[in-house]
């Protein structure tokens, strides 16, 4: 999940959609939606929001990208308008939780990961793996909206320490400290839990 | 049971299975284009007119366009020039005015108050034949007009032809 995209392609689809070609920006809308997707599902833990809040993402991006300099890599760049609408998002929203494990996609099980997690030397398997990853979400909603970005990026995007700094603007160190609080949260909300 | 860092990461990255409905991506684009275009739609009436009046200016008119863009600069240069003019000499105009009143006055004749009414030249004719103790600087008076000796009766000149003159076009 790690597989970033090549940044002169993505500058010359840019280039492109200044320039006035509405379809190279349909590419990048392909490109990077299932990627957006994940980040902002994962903070939202809503469908339908997500599917809104995505769509404003890509339009706010397609109505700002002649300003869009080149400073920075497109891929930060998108990532971070998406990053910060859904933080506004939940600020508005408030908290709810509608996020189910019937959501999966059914590659899950071929992931080593769950391959691990649900085998019979493994304790989890006894806590029944479904309902922990219930409690796991909802414990991740019960994170602040900087920790669950930073989560979301890191645990479940696997998206490296710097680039989630220029994503939010904040030091690696800032990042690494999120992390180690979130964790530290996630895993008391599970303790109790059990 | 207590949940290590290992199997915190391993559950959290099986998160990322969490996929929407399939062929959800395929009908992303759609959706965004067709949000796109309402939009448009949905843009300020005058947003639109400007739009429909920008397109019909500059792809309809090239020519004219220039024509009209020369002759505003050219008014707009000539506006320059008499606004530099005009700074640059401050009231000449006023001066020159106030020049020529002041000349006159040197000049001025004495009037009786009785006589000061009389200020069209046909008019100061008439009273100085009537009033011999008026002085008028020449340059007031007109070659057309003679001063009047004394003993002659005075001319009068009629503006129009009487009535009388004119020919009968009636039958």
Not at chain 2, 143 to 159: E, F, K, M, T
Request: net charge neutral; with cysteine; proline share 6%.
């Amino acid at each position: 999940m790690t597989d970033e995209p090549a940044p002169n392609e993505d500058a010359r689809l840019v280039a492109r959609t200044q320039a006035g070609d509405p379809a190279a920006f349909d590419v990048l809308v392909v490109k990077y939606s299932p990627r957006l997707y994940g980040l902002v599902y994962n903070m939202t833990s809503n469908h339908e929001d997500t599917n809104d809040l995505l769509q404003d993402v890509f339009a706010k991006a397609y109505r700002s990208i002649g300003g869009f300099r080149g400073n920075s890599a497109f891929y930060t760049w998108i990532h971070s308008i998406a990053v910060n609408m859904t933080i506004n998002f939940l600020k508005k929203r408030g908290r709810r939780l509608t996020m189910s494990l019937d959501d999966m996609d059914s590659g899950v099980e071929h992931d080593k990961d769950f391959i691990e997690m649900t085998s019979s030397t493994n304790p989890v398997r006894e806590a029944n793996l479904s309902e922990l990853q219930i409690r796991l979400n909802e414990a991740m909603m019960k994170l602040s909206y900087d920790h669950r970005a930073v989560v979301t990026m890191f645990d479940i995007q696997g998206m490296p320490h710097a680039e989630i700094a220029k994503i939010l603007g904040v030091s690696e160190g800032t990042v690494r400290s999120r992390l180690f609080y979130a964790h530290r949260q996630l895993q008391n909300y599970l303790e109790e839990f059990h | 049971m207590s949940l290590d860092d290992q199997t915190l990461s391993t559950l959290l990255r099986l998160k990322r299975f969490e996929q929407p409905p399939p062929g959800y991506f395929d009908d992303f684009l759609r959706e965004f284009q067709s949000r796109q275009r309402k939009e448009l739609l949905r843009r300020p009436v005058w947003s639109l007119a400007w739009d429909r009046l920008e397109a019909f200016w500059f792809h309809t008119f090239t020519v004219a366009r220039l024509s009209y863009a020369t002759a505003s600069l050219a008014v707009l240069c000539i506006a320059g020039a008499l606004t530099f003019n005009m700074l640059q000499n401050p009231g000449s105009s006023v001066r020159a005015s106030a020049e020529i009143l002041a000349a006159n006055a040197t000049h001025a004749p004495v009037v009786q108050p009785a006589m000061q009414v009389a200020s069209a030249p046909r008019a100061r004719t008439i009273n100085a034949a009537l009033s011999p103790q008026i002085r008028i600087p020449d340059g007031m008076l007109d070659a057309s007009v003679a001063p009047v000796a004394s003993g002659q009766h005075p001319r009068y000149i009629l503006d129009t032809r009487p009535v009388s003159y004119e020919p009968p076009f009636s039958f």
